[in-house]
Every structure is written in structure tokens, then in C-alpha cells.
């Protein structure tokens, strides 16, 4: 089923109609705001999933894949704003309104790829403003639209502190010692877009910037520092095979023998006796 866009102003703001339940496999190029006029809408994410009702929004991370279901509620079909919240305009806010000692410190960016929002009065204000726009059928005109934008970006930022280094993650000052953060995280049980996000980047910033400490990729260094850390604990002879799994950031025991034996051609158990003498 096709997502009907109702209203386009200057590529920042859509409105679209949903005639009837649409599913789609969405990846977020930016960071964006959904506003459910009507109907509601399902999104999931790493099997979490949360309705959003008509009068409810939602921001979404950039560099995200989510399941959407927009659908009928309460016999209206669905009806949303979309706010986008591009690069080249955050970068252009920082610039003009953010000062260095204006940034929060020791703070991390939001980890989860969509976050229901509060209603605050500014940002119902800045809502009906656009919607007079939508049912009037008239373009506000790219200077407003990015203005609206910009009150969007205010609103976020004094709503949740998260959100600074969330919506700056190109700002460097944000972005830990890639290489301190993975040594300290390493052995941690985390998706590549969670150590992305943990180090104040997004997955591509994170990926790009790995490779300028090391010719291989987060996957596969990964992978090495624990299987690197495993073989010395194996020779310690201390933890079982099971604990020094889970202590070395594998998912299962079973992960980590398949990844250990197909590094060394033999399991961890041949690998200890092989090591320590011990059967």
C-alpha cells in the first residue's frame, strides 16, 4: 500500500494519509519527529514495540532500521507529520546559537532507535502552528519551515539532556577516545550500534573513525581482543569454559566455541588441556 504525501514543505515537513494498514522496513537517513494526527502507529525495533496513538510523538535516531505499521484506529485512517532533522541544519544551530560551555558534559546519547516524546506546550504550539499550514494547503516557505525545524531542535534540547550529544554526534567534542572507550568496553555484550552510540557516534561515524586506529573492523577487532583474552584465561585454568564465554562478551557458550575453534582448529576445553596440561 502507498504512503500518500499530502504536503512537502521544502523537504523538511510531510504530511501523508494512509488509506489503509501500511507495513514498511524503514531505514532513517536523519533524525526525525512523528506526529500521529489520527489512527496510530506501530513501531518496533529489536523486538521492542510500542504503539503511538493519534496525539502522540516520537522521535527516531538516524542510522536505524525500524519496522513502521501505520493503520486505521477508531475509524480514521492514519494521518502523521514528519519533521526531519537533517545534518546540514543541526550543524548550521550548533554554529549559531551553541556555545562550547553550553554542552553538557558526561553525558551519552540515547541508545534505544525511538523514543516516545513528551507533549510539552512549546511543542504543541509548534505543532498546530504546522498543521494550520497542512489544512490551509499553503507552502510557509523554506525560511519559516527551517525556523519551525529550529524550534523542533529547542524543544528536544530542553526536554532531554540525551539529546545533545543524540542530535551533535558530529560534533567532536562529543565523541570519547575511540580507542580508550573500546579497550575499557570490549568484553561487553553489545551490537556495533550500541558501542557506536555509547562512544557519542553514529554507526557510520563510528565505523569510519574505527578504521583511522585500525586496519580491521569493529566486527573483527572485536572478535580478536576476546578471543585474544579467552586464550589467557583458558591458560589461568580458573574459570570454567561457560564463565569465561559470558566474561569475554559472547552471547552463548556456543558462540564461542564455534568462533574459538575456528580461529584455532580446536575447542576451548583442547585448547586448556593443550595449554595447562589438564584433560
Same mark, same amino acid.
Given at each position: 500500500?502507498?504512503?500518500?504525501?499530502?504536503?512537502?514543505?521544502?523537504?523538511?515537513?510531510?504530511? @501523508?494519509?494512509?488509506?489503509?494498514?501500511?507495513?514498511?522496513?524503514?531505514? *532513517?537517513?536523519?533524525?526525525?519527529?512523528?506526529?500521529?494526527?489520527?489512527?496510530?502507529?506501530?513501531?518496533?525495533? #529489536?523486538?521492542?514495540?510500542?504503539?503511538?496513538?493519534?496525539?502522540? @510523538?516520537?522521535?527516531?535516531?538516524?542510522?536505524?532500521? *525500524?519496522?513502521? *505499521?501505520? &493503520? /486505521?484506529?477508531?475509524?480514521?485512517?492514519?494521518?502523521?507529520?514528519?519533521?526531519?532533522?537533517?545534518?546540514?541544519?543541526?550543524?548550521?544551530? +550548533?554554529?549559531?546559537?551553541? #556555545?562550547?560551555?553550553?554542552?553538557?558534559?558526561?553525558? %551519552?546519547?540515547?541508545?534505544?532507535?525511538?523514543?516516545?516524546?513528551?507533549?510539552?506546550? @512549546?511543542?504543541?504550539?509548534?505543532? !498546530?502552528?504546522?498543521?494550520?499550514? *497542512?489544512?490551509?494547503?499553503?507552502?510557509?516557505?523554506?525560511?519559516? %519551515?527551517?525556523?519551525?525545524?529550529?524550534?523542533?531542535?529547542?524543544?528536544?534540547?530542553? $526536554?532531554?539532556?540525551?539529546?545533545?550529544?543524540?542530535?551533535?554526534?558530529?560534533?567532536?567534542?562529543?565523541?570519547?577516545?575511540? #580507542?580508550?572507550?573500546?579497550?575499557?568496553?570490549?568484553?561487553?555484550? +553489545?551490537?556495533?550500534?550500541?558501542? &557506536?552510540?555509547? /562512544?557519542?557516534?553514529?554507526?557510520?561515524?563510528?565505523?569510519?573513525?574505527?578504521?583511522?586506529?585500525?586496519?580491521?573492523?569493529?566486527?573483527?577487532?572485536?572478535?580478536?581482543?576476546? +578471543?585474544? +583474552?579467552?586464550?589467557?584465561?583458558?591458560?589461568?585454568?580458573?574459570? !570454567?569454559?561457560?564463565?569465561?564465554?559470558?566474561?569475554?562478551?559472547?552471547? %552463548?557458550?556456543?558462540?564461542?566455541? $564455534?568462533?574459538?575453534?575456528?580461529?584455532?582448529?580446536?575447542?576451548?576445553?583442547?585448547?586448556?588441556?593443550?595449554?595447562?596440561?589438564?584433560?
Amino acid at each position: 500500500m502507498s504512503n500518500y504525501i499530502t504536503s512537502n514543505f521544502s523537504n523538511l515537513i510531510f504530511s @501523508c494519509s494512509v488509506p489503509s494498514q501500511w507495513h514498511m522496513e524503514h531505514r *532513517v537517513p536523519d533524525h526525525c519527529v512523528v506526529f500521529v494526527r489520527q489512527g496510530k502507529l506501530l513501531i518496533s525495533d #529489536k523486538g521492542r514495540t510500542e504503539e503511538i496513538p493519534a496525539g502522540s @510523538c516520537v522521535f527516531l535516531k538516524k542510522d536505524c532500521s *525500524v519496522r513502521l *505499521v501505520k &493503520a /486505521s484506529f477508531a475509524g480514521k485512517n492514519y494521518e502523521g507529520l514528519n519533521i526531519r532533522l537533517p545534518q546540514n541544519i543541526l550543524e548550521d544551530y +550548533l554554529q549559531r546559537h551553541l #556555545k562550547n560551555n553550553e554542552f553538557p558534559q558526561d553525558f %551519552t546519547g540515547l541508545s534505544n532507535c525511538f523514543m516516545r516524546l513528551n507533549r510539552t506546550l @512549546c511543542l504543541q504550539g509548534l505543532l !498546530s502552528s504546522i498543521i494550520l499550514f *497542512v489544512e490551509e494547503g499553503q507552502d510557509p516557505g523554506q525560511e519559516m %519551515t527551517e525556523l519551525k525545524v529550529e524550534e523542533l531542535i529547542l524543544d528536544l534540547l530542553q $526536554t532531554n539532556i540525551r539529546f545533545f550529544p543524540t542530535l551533535f554526534d558530529f560534533y567532536r567534542d562529543w565523541n570519547v577516545d575511540l #580507542k580508550e572507550f573500546m579497550e575499557d568496553h570490549f568484553t561487553e555484550n +553489545l551490537s556495533l550500534s550500541e558501542f &557506536a552510540s555509547y /562512544s557519542g557516534r553514529s554507526l557510520a561515524t563510528f565505523k569510519r573513525d574505527f578504521l583511522k586506529i585500525t586496519e580491521l573492523s569493529p566486527a573483527k577487532w572485536l572478535m580478536t581482543r576476546r +578471543l585474544g +583474552l579467552a586464550e589467557n584465561l583458558l591458560k589461568e585454568n580458573k574459570l !570454567s569454559i561457560k564463565q569465561i564465554s559470558y566474561s569475554v562478551g559472547f552471547k %552463548t557458550p556456543a558462540h564461542f566455541s $564455534t568462533a574459538f575453534k575456528k580461529r584455532h582448529e580446536m575447542t576451548p576445553s583442547e585448547y586448556r588441556a593443550s595449554n595447562t596440561g589438564c584433560n
